[in-house]
Structures are given as C-alpha cells and as structure tokens.
C-alpha cells in the first residue's frame, strides 16, 4: 500500500524524534569528550605536585608544592562547576551565551593554571593587559585562552618566552599570543 495522512504524519514524527535523540547524543559524546581533555591537564598537574612533594628532601620546596598543589585542587573543583554550568547552558540553548567576558581575567584564571608548567619548563610568561571585554560564554573562552596559552608554553623552548597581550584593533577584542618556539 497506501499511505494514509495519518501514517505519514507518525511517520514524520518518528523522524523527528530520531533526529532530536541523535543530537541529543551527539551533544552528550561532545560534551564528554570536552569534560575528558579539559580534566586531563589538572590531573596530571595534580600527579606531578604530588610526586615533588612525595620525592622532595628540602621543606622549603615541600612547602611549596603543596601549595601549588592546594591552588591546583581548588582549579579543579573550580572546573568542575564551569562544567556543570556549560552542561545546563547547552541544555538552555546557545541564547545564555553573551555575558560580557573581561580578556585580562581570563589570562589570569588561565595562567593560574599553567604557571607551575611554565615554572617547570622556565619559560618567561609576561602579560600586557589593557581591560578589553567580549560578549561569550566565560568557560569556553577561559577553554580557548588556556589552550591556545598552553601550547605556546609547551611549543615555546626551554627557557623561552610567552608572550600575551589583550587589546582593541578595530573596534574588536583580541587576545594575542606570542612565542619564542617555532611557527
């Protein structure tokens, strides 16, 4: 047979429920594989604090690790809450998206987390901020700056230097990164 309007509205129906289900999981796989990379620094920060303290004879540098390791435990659970959040705001839709996100806060929450990896590989962080301010979401800029900064970090050589300057070129924001590795 045929197709009665009835069957072919179920029909139609059934397809649209698959289609928001397979969104639905595809959001959740993206939102896990996010959750899984964005932990995976603090981790293994978390590793390396707790081994120096463990391995170390002199107090002094004890002392300090545990420190760095108190700060890194707190940015963690400070993650997770941005997490959370980003969780419920793509349940909210991409509307809850434009809060006004100050650039040099965002270079200080990101280098708070990468600063005992910059220790570690003595490269010079210097950072020139003027203020500037963008319309997003907070973690997912605080996500792209703690990215594109660790990478200059990590690519920069050992006793390089990091460069990061926030201004305002042509009526926009920009963040810029600068390093002394290669590319």
């Known amino acids: 047979g045929v197709v009665t309007p009835t069957e072919a509205a179920v029909v139609a129906a059934i397809n649209r429920l698959f289609g928001r289900v397979a969104e639905a999981i595809r959001r959740e796989a993206g939102f896990t594989s996010l959750a899984a990379h964005e932990l995976r620094t603090p981790l293994a920060t978390l590793k390396i604090l707790a081994d120096q303290a463990r391995n170390t004879c002199d107090a002094d540098e004890r002392d300090m690790a545990l420190c760095d390791l108190s ?26 998206l434009g809060e006004s996100v100050e650039l040099t806060e965002i270079v200080d929450e990101a280098m708070a987390d990468l600063r ?52 305002v070129q042509r009526g926009s924001a920009v963040l810029r990164v600068d390093d002394s590795g290669p590319g």
């Open 71 to 96: 700060v890194t435990i707190d940015r963690l659970a400070h993650l997770q809450e941005q997490l959370l959040t980003l969780s419920r705001l793509e349940v909210l839709g991409s509307n809850a």
């Open 116 to 167: 005992y990896e910059a220790r570690q590989r003595h490269v010079k962080v210097v950072c020139h901020a003027d203020g500037s301010a963008i319309l997003g979401h907070r973690y997912a800029v605080l996500t792209l700056a703690r990215n594109i900064i660790g990478n200059a970090i990590r690519y920069a050589p050992v006793g390089g230097r990091v460069e990061i300057a926030t201004m």
